[in-house]
């Protein structure tokens, strides 16, 4: 079975600085799609980036980035301009490409992420 | 377009009462998942569905039941409340596997005293 760890329980940034949330996960996969996911107090849980694993060049959606080491199975988030609505806790995913087992979402136990005026 | 909604938001159960969580969704997605999530933890697999009549357990089923008669519909139930339950549970959806980002509803607290 697939895991996923996150090694930070919690981090914390400055405003305006840049900050990386560490994920590695195991699998013996070798097409598959990785995660992340922001949820705020709300609680609702909101896509922030992902990867396919086929890929090369690393993910970007604004001041989000991935740095993905597949033959280190790592996957972190880089927040950059650090903003004070980041706040959240953060969840590194791994889902299979196959249709297997109901492509199932596996999720890492997650980064609190705190951001200091 | 409501995308996944989950009803009710809270509810507090007395142990051994039963329940149902109902989560709809409109998107015409295929795979729809249940999630639940304790304080501070990660997402754990409860049950999900690739598509109408067909279900199957996650990682934690033990204590619940599901069915999936209709696309739009994906029902969780509860039958004997445990406070094990004491949760806050996700329904979520994809149209296919893979890269497809799976939707989330906003969540259901539930609590079992």
């Known amino acids: 079975a697939q895991t996923v760890t996150q090694s930070q329980p919690e981090m914390s940034v400055q405003e305006a600085e840049t900050v990386t949330l560490s994920c590695t996960y195991d699998?013996?996969?070798?097409?598959?799609?990785l995660f992340w996911y922001k949820q705020p107090p709300s609680r609702q849980m909101i896509l922030v980036i992902r990867q396919e694993a086929y890929k090369q060049q690393n993910a970007t959606e604004n001041r989000f980035s991935v740095n993905f080491q597949k033959a280190a199975k790592s996957f972190s988030l880089k927040i950059s301009d650090s903003q004070l609505g980041d706040a959240a806790m953060y969840f590194c995913?791994?889902?299979?490409?196959?249709?297997?087992?109901?492509?199932?979402?596996?999720f890492g136990e997650g980064t609190q992420l705190t951001v200091n005026p | 377009n409501a995308g996944v909604t989950q009803t009710p938001k809270f509810r507090i159960l007395k142990i051994g009462q039963s329940m149902t969580l109902q989560c709809a969704q409109d998107m015409n997605h295929n795979y729809m998942y249940w999630y639940r999530q304790d304080p501070g933890m990660g997402l754990k697999l409860i049950y999900y569905s690739v598509g109408a009549g067909i279900t199957d357990k996650g990682e934690v089923p033990n204590g619940y039941n599901v069915s999936r008669s209709t696309t739009e519909d994906f029902p969780l139930r509860l039958e004997l409340a445990a406070p094990s339950q004491t949760s806050v549970y996700f329904c979520?959806?994809?149209?296919?596997?893979?890269?497809?980002?799976?939707?989330f509803g906003n969540g259901t607290r539930l609590t079992v005293t």
């Open positions: 995913a791994y889902r299979p490409s196959l249709e297997a087992s109901g492509s199932r979402l596996t």
């Open positions: 979520a959806s994809s149209y296919t596997g893979g890269s497809s980002p799976l939707h």
């Open positions: 699998t013996s996969e070798s097409d598959y799609y």
